[in-house]
């Protein structure tokens, strides 16, 4: 009895472990991007969300233009999004969301990002 | 002596359920408006599906939020706040949110501002146009990408926030300094990102100065 119950209390562990270090699944990943990400760079990733108007300082990024992708690295894409535009000599207007997403959804949107770009990056 | 006590406990209750803030709450809950808002806090969303899920925002810190003059007025005319429509990226905000009588929205404001947090210490911030809060809000951070904000330059802002556009008549000044100092307190989840431990309170005043003047 003794056995089976710390059986089940490692089970119980590993799985919290995992679901602590694993990236969020496909959908939930969907809904990070279309909830921060999309009211820039649209729903579908296109550079084309609600904010971006004639007059908005800056192109939004398009992720479905696999040769400007291509020239990014995964670290790249993550960088900017954890520390923001200007952490790679970009607009401003791309804000620092490492205060506000996980790391591991942060590692769900670049894998996000490269499944729109249908691309690999720099270096993979 | 008891029969002193239960009367002036008696007194106090009457007064109590017949003064103005108990009326407002009535009339809130009549009008269905808590189908929208909800009232009581803490903030309940833990997730973002929690967040998507309201029709309307949270107003269980409304008094720490609004001014009362500005709220009497737009309960009675209420031009939207949003571009859009809440929680949508792609819909417009129809403009539809019910109007109340004068008499109604001075009760429902009386309630409103009987809601307040503690996480707002009131006469800390004072509006005023600083360089350094105008520099953070339109160049530094990406604040003018998201919300609606005047002045003479052809860029007025996004639509994806709320319009901040009037926002000195709007907003509590102390509120927006601690919206953007604690703002999980208030908001758990939002697609405004967090700027505690990026920007410093010092600047964190400035811009909420700076936001605090906007005719």
Same mark, same amino acid.
């Given at each position: 009895m003794k056995m089976s119950k710390s059986i089940i209390y490692t089970a119980l562990l590993c799985a919290f472990s995992l679901a602590l270090s694993t990236p969020a699944p496909a959908a939930e990943v969907e809904q990070v991007f279309n909830f921060y990400c999309a009211?820039?760079?649209?729903?579908?990733?296109?550079g084309d969300g609600p904010n971006v108007s004639k007059t908005f300082p800056v192109d939004p990024r398009n992720f479905t233009k696999a040769k400007e992708m291509e020239k990014l690295s995964d670290a790249d894409m993550k960088n900017v999004i954890m520390d923001g535009g200007p952490s790679a000599s970009k607009s401003p207007m791309m804000p620092p969301w490492s205060k506000t997403i996980s790391e591991a959804d942060a590692d769900a949107l670049v894998k996000y990002l490269r499944k729109l770009c249908n691309c690999k990056g720099k270096g993979s | 002596m008891k029969r002193l006590t239960s009367a002036l406990l008696g007194s106090a209750l009457l007064m109590l359920a017949a003064s103005p803030v108990h009326a407002g709450e009535k009339i809130f809950t009549a009008k269905k408006c808590n189908a929208c808002h909800y009232t009581q806090g803490p903030a309940r969303e833990k997730s973002i599906a929690d967040q998507l899920a309201k029709k309307g925002p949270e107003l269980w810190y409304a008094g720490s939020k609004f001014q009362q003059k500005w709220l009497q007025a737009w309960l009675q005319d209420p031009k939207p706040i949003? %571009?859009? =429509?809440?929680?949508?990226?792609?819909v417009n905000n129809p403009g539809n949110h019910p109007k109340l009588a004068a008499a109604d929205a001075k009760s429902v404001t009386d309630f409103l501002m009987t809601l307040t947090s503690k996480s707002v210490k009131s006469g800390f911030i004072k509006p005023k146009k600083n360089p350094k809060g105008r520099l953070i809000f339109v160049k530094k951070?990406?604040? %003018? &990408?998201?919300?609606?904000?005047? $002045? =003479? *330059? *052809?860029? *007025? &802002? $996004?639509? %994806?926030g709320p319009s901040l556009v009037g926002a000195g008549k709007r907003l509590n000044p102390d509120w927006i300094f601690a919206y953007l100092k604690d703002t999980k307190e208030f908001k758990p989840v939002r697609s405004m990102p967090v700027f505690k431990g990026l920007l410093s309170e010092k600047n964190m005043k400035k811009v909420a100065q700076y936001v605090a003047s906007f005719k």
């Amino acid at each position: 009895m003794k056995m089976s119950k710390s059986i089940i209390y490692t089970a119980l562990l590993c799985a919290f472990s995992l679901a602590l270090s694993t990236p969020a699944p496909a959908a939930e990943v969907e809904q990070v991007f279309n909830f921060y990400c999309a009211q820039c760079h649209g729903l579908e990733g296109k550079g084309d969300g609600p904010n971006v108007s004639k007059t908005f300082p800056v192109d939004p990024r398009n992720f479905t233009k696999a040769k400007e992708m291509e020239k990014l690295s995964d670290a790249d894409m993550k960088n900017v999004i954890m520390d923001g535009g200007p952490s790679a000599s970009k607009s401003p207007m791309m804000p620092p969301w490492s205060k506000t997403i996980s790391e591991a959804d942060a590692d769900a949107l670049v894998k996000y990002l490269r499944k729109l770009c249908n691309c690999k990056g720099k270096g993979s | 002596m008891k029969r002193l006590t239960s009367a002036l406990l008696g007194s106090a209750l009457l007064m109590l359920a017949a003064s103005p803030v108990h009326a407002g709450e009535k009339i809130f809950t009549a009008k269905k408006c808590n189908a929208c808002h909800y009232t009581q806090g803490p903030a309940r969303e833990k997730s973002i599906a929690d967040q998507l899920a309201k029709k309307g925002p949270e107003l269980w810190y409304a008094g720490s939020k609004f001014q009362q003059k500005w709220l009497q007025a737009w309960l009675q005319d209420p031009k939207p706040i949003r %571009s859009l =429509k809440y929680n949508s990226l792609t819909v417009n905000n129809p403009g539809n949110h019910p109007k109340l009588a004068a008499a109604d929205a001075k009760s429902v404001t009386d309630f409103l501002m009987t809601l307040t947090s503690k996480s707002v210490k009131s006469g800390f911030i004072k509006p005023k146009k600083n360089p350094k809060g105008r520099l953070i809000f339109v160049k530094k951070m990406p604040c %003018s &990408g998201c919300h609606a904000f005047p $002045g =003479k *330059k *052809k860029f *007025k &802002g $996004g639509r %994806s926030g709320p319009s901040l556009v009037g926002a000195g008549k709007r907003l509590n000044p102390d509120w927006i300094f601690a919206y953007l100092k604690d703002t999980k307190e208030f908001k758990p989840v939002r697609s405004m990102p967090v700027f505690k431990g990026l920007l410093s309170e010092k600047n964190m005043k400035k811009v909420a100065q700076y936001v605090a003047s906007f005719k």
